[in-house]
């Protein structure tokens, strides 16, 4: 009988604790940006696949990566699309040069979004330094002292 409360105890210390981590401001955070991510990504996968490589094909002279690719059957197909459609094994290595497009892309934006909110900050962090008191008046003989001052350097009056 003592094994079964203790068994109980556990589990409910077990939830409890569950509960506690799931409630913590770091995990909330984390999930909105996991889905904040994810529609981002969205948003630059868009950008990569309907703006910035229909301009690199045209630049290119009609080049298009993503029927960049090696059938590995040894047949040779006119697009990516046909080969697949026959079933055959391919490297495509064309789709990769997008996701690395992607990729860098990302990292641009995520490094100047970085970038951007550090000097927000950095300008809030130095606005709150300027707010903050660095003296203060002696209430026996009025001299403006340190705030840190524990005796007054003018009339040795103890500040409290």
Known sequence: MADVNQAK????????????F????NV???????????AFQAI??????????????????????NNWFIALDGGTYSSLA???????????????ITAIINFLLMAIVVFCLVKTLNRIAEKV???????TPT??????????????????PHCTSELS
């Open 9 to 20: 105890k556990k589990t409910k210390g077990f939830i409890g604790e569950f509960r506690e």
């Open 22 to 25: 799931i409630m913590r401001g």
């Open 28 to 38: 909330m955070d984390l999930a909105v940006g996991v889905i904040i991510g994810g």
């Open 44 to 65: 630059i996968n868009s950008l990569v696949n309907d703006i910035i490589m229909p301009l690199i094909t045209l630049v290119t002279g009609g080049i298009d990566f």
């Open 82 to 96: 046909l080969a697949q459609e026959y079933g055959a094994a391919t490297l495509n290595y064309g789709v990769f």
């Open 125 to 131: 962090k130095k606005e709150k330094e300027e707010e």
């Open 135 to 152: 003296t203060k008046i002696c209430p026996h003989c009025q001299s403006e002292i340190n705030i840190k001052a524990t005796r007054c």
